[in-house]
């Protein structure tokens, strides 16, 4: 493991490492918030899934939640979206292949290789950080849009993994938009019940752990009904009796400018969750 960078920012410091990952056979970057409290104590740790197209700095550079981070005494964990390297599989488009790794863990050919990115940031990424920095093993995650995907069906599908889980503007219904339709064609195959694993107003109806989601999404994004469509997860939600605080934004898109408005709620969010 390297560290490659290495800034002070509201007391602590942003930093980025580069290491081998076995899960996903190559180079990976994840990035590193340790806020003041860090130099003295072991502090829980809030891992945040990023969307289509992004990198491990497009949270750590736009949505303004190093402050917060400090204030509340937590380490934020950003990995990137998928494998990377000249080796792993990539297709045209943005949103299948390299930056769009939809956090599952692909089984067609030639995704399957590489294409863990589930396993990565339940099992290995946790491993890692709580071996090599002052992390206790108190786990929350959050993510936007794909990642927000991500977080809800990672939490949902590993019960007493994680003590906090919220999202903005997640992909909720991956099965029926989409986005979803063509990743899941692609990592998957054609079985519904493959996809089903894998959607989070799905694995809310067979849930065995209620944690309560805190959900996000702008009125104003232009993805709202198309991909997003946030009222499933309030039917499923509702269905199932799974505690969901859902809000609503109006005028607020799909950018990190909205993230940046709001992620100080959602840390606080967590953070309750988290030393509680």
């Known amino acids: 493991m390297e560290r490659i960078e290495h800034r002070a920012c509201f ?7 580069r290491h081998h990952s076995t899960t996903l056979g190559c180079d990976m970057q994840f990035a590193v918030y340790l806020p003041p409290q860090a130099e003295t104590q072991k502090l829980p740790v809030l891992y945040w899934l990023s969307g289509l197209t992004c990198t491990e700095q497009n949270f ?9 981070a400090a204030e509340h005494g937590v380490i934020i964990v950003a990995p990137d979206t998928s494998p990377r390297g000249d080796d792993v599989s990539d297709a045209e488009g943005y949103d299948i292949g390299k930056g769009a790794g939809f956090y599952l863990n692909a089984t067609r050919a030639p995704w399957a290789k590489h294409y863990r990115m589930h396993d990565y940031v339940a099992q290995e990424l946790p491993a890692l950080i709580e071996a090599n920095f002052p992390a206790t093993d108190a786990r929350g995650i959050s993510g936007h849009s794909m990642g927000g995907h991500g977080a809800l069906v990672i939490a949902l599908r590993n019960p007493g993994r994680y003590r906090s889980v919220s ?9 029926h938009v989409p986005w979803g339709q063509k990743a899941f064609h692609a990592y998957l195959g054609d079985n519904p ?9 799905e694995l809310i109806a067979m849930a065995d752990e209620r944690l309560p989601l805190l959900v996000d999404q702008g009125e104003a994004d232009e993805f709202l009904q198309t991909q997003l469509q946030p009222q499933h997860l309030q039917q499923a ?12 934004q109006p005028g607020y898109d799909h950018s990190y400018y909205f993230i940046a408005s709001f992620i100080g ?11 509680g």
């Open 193 to 201: 019940a493959d996809w089903a694993q894998w959607d989070a107003c």
């Open 167 to 175: 999202a903005f503007s997640p992909i909720v219904a991956p099965s």
């Open 265 to 275: 709620e959602h840390i606080a969010h967590h953070a309750r969750a988290l030393q």
């Open 237 to 248: 939600c509702d269905a199932a009796g799974h505690p969901l605080t859902l809000r609503l």
């Open 11 to 17: 007391g602590g410091w942003q930093d980025v490492y």
């Open 60 to 68: 750590i550079t736009k949505a303004g939640a190093q402050r917060y």
